[in-house]
């Protein structure tokens, strides 16, 4: 049974969370603050983490910093706030996803099978070995180490820009839309949005191009999408 820990101050909010969760067979943790939640995903196995935004004690964007620092797991981040910094900021920390209140109990629990089934993808069924290594220009990819090169110097990077990275060299020259490149990656189409996938397009950019004002590998084609030229 596949184990989640909710960080969530706000308890009703928390036990509807858990109520749907444990319905669709999950195992469910909770805890009321930043700390105790952080001090919990350290110390005990989880398979995703569901932390919210406004905590007491320490708030998730610094709770989300101090876990992806130790954790290979997805975190999928909730907000009451709609602003798009707000959004983007949790992704540039290390978050998987957001999801923004109110929300359906339904759509949660979507968004955490979907998450959970690209961790296992990415984790749980490898490539083949003959398929391991990829070699595209100057990139490399080794799926089975989860590890990307660029001119010899290993690119650090977190689950998703991987992800992203690895789908966009295996098709390299297409174009792919946002809409597209949200489904594929974070594999959830309906509730998607543009500043996903930019924000993990600029980080790209920002590690792998000399100009990532004007990038030579991750271009974008404008009023349609992305594509990766080797």
């Not at 969370?17 to 919990?40: C, P, Q, S």
């Not at 005990?44 to 992806?68: A, K, N, Q, T, W």
């Not at 490149?181 to 189409?189: K, V």
């Amino acid at each position: 049974m596949r184990k989640i820990l909710i960080i969530e101050d706000d308890e009703a909010i928390a036990s509807i969370e858990r109520d749907y969760l444990e319905i669709n067979h999950f195992a469910v943790e909770i805890a009321d603050n930043g700390l105790t939640g952080a001090e919990k995903a350290l110390s005990e196995p989880y398979d995703l983490i569901l932390l919210d935004l406004m905590l007491p004690g320490e708030d998730g964007f610094s709770v989300c910093r101090r876990l992806r620092e130790k954790l290979d797991i997805p975190i999928l981040m909730v907000t009451a706030k709609q602003e798009d910094i707000d959004k983007i900021r949790g992704l540039g920390l290390g978050a998987d996803d957001y999801i923004v209140k109110p929300f359906s109990p339904n759509e949660l629990v979507a968004r955490v099978k979907s998450n959970l089934a690209q961790y296992d993808r990415i984790k749980g069924k490898p490539d083949h070995h003959r398929n391991s290594h990829i070699e595209i220009g100057s990139f490399v990819i080794n799926t089975q180490a989860h590890r990307a090169y660029l001119h010899g110097k290993e690119l650090e990077l977190k689950k998703k820009e991987f992800d992203l990275l690895h789908f966009l060299i295996v098709h390299a020259n297409n174009v792919f839309s946002k809409e597209t490149l949200y489904e594929r990656i974070w594999g959830f189409e309906s509730v998607g949005d543009n500043a996903t996938v930019a924000v993990h397009i600029n980080r790209l950019r920002e590690k792998t191009e000399e100009d990532p004002g004007n990038p030579r590998y991750i271009q974008t084609v404008w009023g349609v999408g992305y594509r990766f030229q080797p």
